[in-house]
């Protein structure tokens, strides 16, 4: 293959599926590295993209998805010290917004959305980390600055963005929470922390007296929105905090108001749609590097292998929730 061309899974139209074409191979540019991607992993905001079914982030077709990334240092563009050529680096890079993804064998990113990935992880598993982690950061420690002792409820705890903040939560010293469903318990109590019925009849007062004595939470951290969201306004303890990762519907805040307690959206995508804000997510990972070379990062990988050439098995693992564990694209290495 020319060295000014590379491999891509591309796509030309919305729900259409994945083309394994040549496409050029990108230079690093000012305050950039090029990374050669050895593992894309597969979010379910992947697949939303990729049926156009997310217009909070669109991405101009033909294009190459894949939000997160893991590989290795290629080359580095001017004004970069941070990193050199051979170093593994993982980050949240691209996929959204008309910046390329991670679903080809390179991207020149910014640099400031990387951090060095941990040394006791796999390309594959530091791969799955960006978007759930980012997310689950900017909710417990930027927003409700969760501190030890206190208690944390997660809304929705078996996604990946539950999981990675119960993961996070314990590593801030909370007592921690989290609702599944009676099939996927397991999933949370393996973790370590109590797992609660999200069944439709669940009844936010008697888990609230149940657990804390009818004090409520001193975070509640929503993962699915809509309904969850109402939950959570009737969860927290006075003077407490909600944060919502899909806070995008219309909601009473009475429950709320009269609690004295505080809310806060997450919207992890607005550094990559907007340009600002990048390097936060460059040090959060930096952040949870650390976490995860102290043994404290849980990951789960499905047993199953995917190439640029079967993303669209991929996906459907991802659409269909069959995965046994979070789905990563192998690329290279």
Known sequence: MPLDTMKAALLNAPNAAFTLTDVPRPRAGAGEVLVRIHASAVNPLDTKIRRGAAGHARHPLPAILGIDTAGVVAEVGDGVTAFKAGDKVYGMTGGVGGVQGSLAEFAAV????????????????????????????????????????QTVLVLGGTGAVGQAAIQLAKALGAQVYATAGASRRSSVERLGVQSIDSSPTLDMAEIVAQHTGGRGFDVVYDTAGGESLDRAFHAVARFGHVVSALGWGTHALAPLSFRAASYSGVFTLLPLLSGEGRAAHGEILHEVGKLAQQGKIDVTLDARRFTLANVDDAHALVETRQAEGKVVIDIAG
């Open 110 to 149: 910014d640099a400031r959305l990387l951090a060095p990935a941990p040394s006791n992880l796999g390309l594959r598993e530091a791969a799955t980390l960006p978007l759930a982690y980012i997310t689950a950061w900017e909710g417990l420690v930027d927003r409700a600055r969760v501190q030890a002792g």
